[in-house]
């Protein structure tokens, strides 16, 4: 099938193939979805227009947190104020990086080598996170959110929804320096951090037609020291801001989507989404993080030093 504003012919099913790969990736280790969204478009479907591709691969990243976004809000592990301020740094950064990208990187000779970068980076953290010490912290969390979401069931079960409140998140300052307890633990932050945190990271991800959501969980974790049960909420309220913000600029400077491959895109997204709660727990997933990191490695090489190789040996890598 010839999909006129992206300008190639692709099989409808490995379209929905592929981006059914996408959805379960996303869904089982919450990474990764806008990378492997835009190799699909640039690899596997051999587009050649940059500046389709940035906001299409956006549009794919938008579905995780349009779905998860209102979960969150009504269980209070969103911390709002911090995600609109984040959001409005993300609006400034997506204006901002969408304007370059499109200006100066407006073909796959200049846009390519920084997307493989950008996968540099994500396979870096993949590998990261294969290494034990983080696996620990990370089943400590997991273990953690377990008993959270158990006790709101609990809670709600009981009919005792004031506590369902009070362990949420609960603000009792706000404006530049704000205050806010969740799970009986304060947590302070200055607004000046993450509209410059949301800012940058939009930047980058508007830029190069991805979520940026591998930069904001650390921030959010690390820098401000939020407790990964309200991370999530956070991060996905901001990327849903900023990468509609994004989508949106590219538009009114001329950029064009292909509904058409959209539809079929969407599709694969959602069936994967279903499946990967699913199906993870029969895989397990350090197999599958291992696994992409093993390719996002090798799709960076690609990109990254691919132009480099041809123009010198004529071999054309990815």
Known sequence: MFFHVAGVTVNPIVIVL??????????????????????????IFGMKKANVIKPMNQILTLVSPIISTPLYLREKRLVVPAAVVLGLGGIVGALIGSYLSHTYLPDMKSYQPLFGLITFVIAGRMWYELTPGFRDRQQKVKKATKAFEAKVKELKAAG???EIKEIGVNFSEMGMSNTFTFGGETFRYNALSPFLAGMFVAIISAALGVGGGFLLVPYLSSM???PMFIVAGTSTMSILVSSLTSIGNYLRMGSHLDYAMIGFELIGILIGSYLGPTLSKYIKGIYLKGFLAVVLTYIGIGYVFGAIIQHATGIKII
Not at 18 to 43: C, P, Q, R
């Open 18 to 43: 592929w981006m059914l790969f996408v959805g379960f990736v996303f869904s089982t280790i919450g990474a990764a979805g806008g990378i492997l969204a835009g190799v699909g478009h640039i690899t």
């Open 160 to 162: 005792k929804l004031n």
């Open 224 to 226: 401000l020291g939020f």
